[in-house]
């Protein structure tokens, strides 16, 4: 236990020395590591667990790593266009710059939705395009049926080419390659994973 010099004890303001020394000492008692715990440098997705005390029910419990997924993945929506817009074709209709806190990630999952459903002509596709690496990142583009308001329900699903991988300020430019007559509004759910 670290030794602490007090005002209140010592009855006068604390000297620049009683003070360096105090955070000297809070410094060298400080617990680096829970001493009943030891440190790995591996984990076993099926058989290690993440222990907790769960308050609500005054028990412990465990999580598997495997059961984690949502403590690792992340997701990261992007707002193309207004809901009372309509998106236009081409690229680069936006753009969206990857934070540090997805650097060395590799897309999981994507779609999208719009919030008036296209009723004529083609099918609304999107594809997503590294920019700053030159590469489409779809094999097969997001699609979104007619009649049809998220990507999720395509008779086409999407298809994750394996160049995936995404860093610290990568540009990543969202192509609308066809849009559905009377669609109103666009957003892209992107979900990463570690590799």
């Not at 010592?10 to 590591?33: A, H, I, R, W």
């Not at 829970?34 to 029910?57: A, C, E, H, Q, R």
């Not at 984690?68 to 074709?89: E, H, Q, W, Y």
Request: charged share 15%; net charge negative; aromatic share 4%.
């Amino acid at each position: 236990m670290a030794t602490i010099t007090l005002r209140e004890t010592k009855g006068s303001p604390l000297s620049f020395t009683e003070m360096d020394t105090n955070l000297t000492n809070l410094n060298d008692n400080k617990q680096e590591v829970i001493p009943n715990l030891v440190t790995v440098d591996s984990i076993s997705t099926t058989t290690d667990k993440f222990l907790f005390y769960d308050v609500s029910s005054g028990a412990a419990r465990a999580i598997l790593p495997q059961d984690v997924l949502a403590f690792v993945n992340r997701t990261l929506m992007v707002k193309c266009v207004a809901d009372g817009i309509g998106p236009s074709t081409g690229n680069g209709i936006t753009h969206v710059t990857i934070p540090s806190t997805l650097n060395g990630k590799n897309l999981l999952s994507v779609e999208a939705h719009v919030y008036t459903a296209g009723s004529g002509g083609s099918l609304t596709n999107i594809q997503i395009h590294n920019l700053t690496r030159g590469l489409d990142i779809l094999a097969t583009p997001i699609t979104i049926d007619l009649n049809e308001k998220d990507s999720s329900t395509a008779a086409t699903p999407v298809v994750i080419g394996g160049d995936n991988n995404v860093s610290t300020g990568d540009v990543l430019r969202i192509d609308v390659d066809a849009v559905s007559t009377g669609t109103l509004g666009l957003e892209i759910r992107m979900v990463f994973t570690s590799p």
